[in-house]
């Protein structure tokens, strides 16, 4: 059965950082593009990050580059969602979401995924 979950949500202040993690079973995540969404209340599920199969090409919405860092362990079969440099408007829920074959153009797009992990909060407060 696939399945992804995810973990590493809390709560942290601003400037703070937390590290998501999506964890695969039931199959190999280095064949799959990863994506990262995240929704909070009121507001409709948007684009974090993804990581391609192929190549490792790497994409991040405008609001979280340079702050924000995705990578994966094949050994592991694990993507990783380093969030650095938090914000109170960073605030979410956060998913992990798998597609055999995404174009990269597309990566942002929630309805271009197959798979979706259940979320964990992640909040940033003082």
């Known amino acids: 059965q696939v399945q992804l979950v995810e973990s590493g949500g809390g709560l942290v202040q601003p400037g703070g950082s937390l590290r998501l993690s999506c964890a695969a079973s039931?199959?190999?995540?280095?064949?799959?593009?990863i994506g990262w969404f995240r929704q909070a209340p009121g507001k409709e599920r948007e684009g974090v990050s993804c990581i391609s199969s192929s190549d490792g090409s790497t994409y991040y919405a405008d609001s979280v580059k340079g702050r924000f860092t995705i990578s994966r362990d094949n050994a592991k079969n694990t993507v990783y969602l380093q969030m650095n440099s938090l914000k109170p408007e960073d605030t979410a829920f956060y998913y992990c979401?798998?597609?055999?074959?995404?174009?990269?153009?597309?990566?942002?797009?929630?309805?271009?995924?197959?798979?979706w992990g259940q979320g964990t909060q992640g909040t940033v407060s003082s």
């Open positions: 979401a798998a597609v055999y074959y995404l174009q990269g153009s597309n990566w942002f797009k929630p309805d271009e995924y197959d798979h």
């Open positions: 039931g199959f190999t995540l280095d064949y799959y593009a």
